[in-house]
């Protein structure tokens, strides 16, 4: 079965610090990976996600990710962040075979961008 | 374009109280997902459809739990009777053929 591990479960960062937060998963197949943010009171959307290509794969609100198939990482950076990026963010993971789609997430990391 | 549209977006009953929520997902999206979120976790799979087929149930707890997609549309997931670990926000989802799943705004249950 398919696991995903976030390593950090709360981050505390001032505005205009960069930030990483780590990604890894457990499965020997093709996968499709994903991250999905949760802002306050919000459901959660699609920052970004890697099906192919270009393991170097950039998202929305200049968030990036990178696809290191060796490490089975897929972690979720961006270079400046800003208050409005405090919000819980999910990777996720997706083994492509033939049960079809099946999106397991990790448990999280809690962000908090300090003005 | 519409995105996936759950209710009741709250909801507060009893312990032993039975309880709905429904979920229309996005139009042409044929996979759909109920998922469960605990404060402070990450979503986990309670159920998957495709179409009016549940291909994944396996995490479903089928003593208290049902869920149905008549017509292979809108879904509904019950529980009864709701016991105090049920509280938490429950997820709809619907994805297309990529892979790539629209959450909901989710059902956020409180059993007291």
């Known amino acids: 079965a398919q696991s995903v591990s976030q390593h950090n479960h709360h981050v505390i960062l001032s505005e205009a610090a960069s930030l990483e937060l780590g990604c890894n998963y457990s499965?020997?197949?093709?996968?499709?990976l994903f991250w999905y943010v949760q802002y306050p009171g919000q459901h959660l959307q699609l920052l970004l996600k890697?099906?192919?290509?270009?393991?170097l794969v950039k998202g929305i609100k200049g968030f990036e990710a990178e696809f290191i198939k060796s490490k089975f990482s897929f972690n979720l950076r961006k270079p400046s962040v800003q208050w409005s990026d405090t919000a819980e963010y999910f990777c996720a993971v997706n083994a492509r075979g033939a049960a079809g789609n099946k999106l397991t997430f990790g448990g999280g990391t809690r962000v908090l961008v300090k003005p | 374009e519409a995105g996936v549209v759950q209710s009741p977006r709250y909801k507060i009953i009893e312990k032993k109280q039975p309880v709905a929520f429904w979920c229309n997902p996005i139009s042409g999206h044929n996979t759909l997902y109920w998922y469960l979120q605990n404060l402070g976790q990450g979503p986990e799979l309670l159920i998957r459809y495709e179409n009016e087929e549940a291909v994944d149930d396996s995490q479903l707890p089928k003593d208290r739990f049902s869920a149905e997609r008549l017509k292979g549309v809108d879904s509904t997931l019950k529980i009864q009777p709701a016991e105090l670990g049920d509280s938490a926000v429950y997820l709809c989802a619907s994805s297309s053929l990529e892979g790539e799943l629209f959450f909901g705004e989710g059902s956020r249950l409180t059993v007291l």
């Open positions: 890697y099906f192919s290509g270009d393991p």
């Open positions: 499965y020997g197949g093709t996968v499709n």
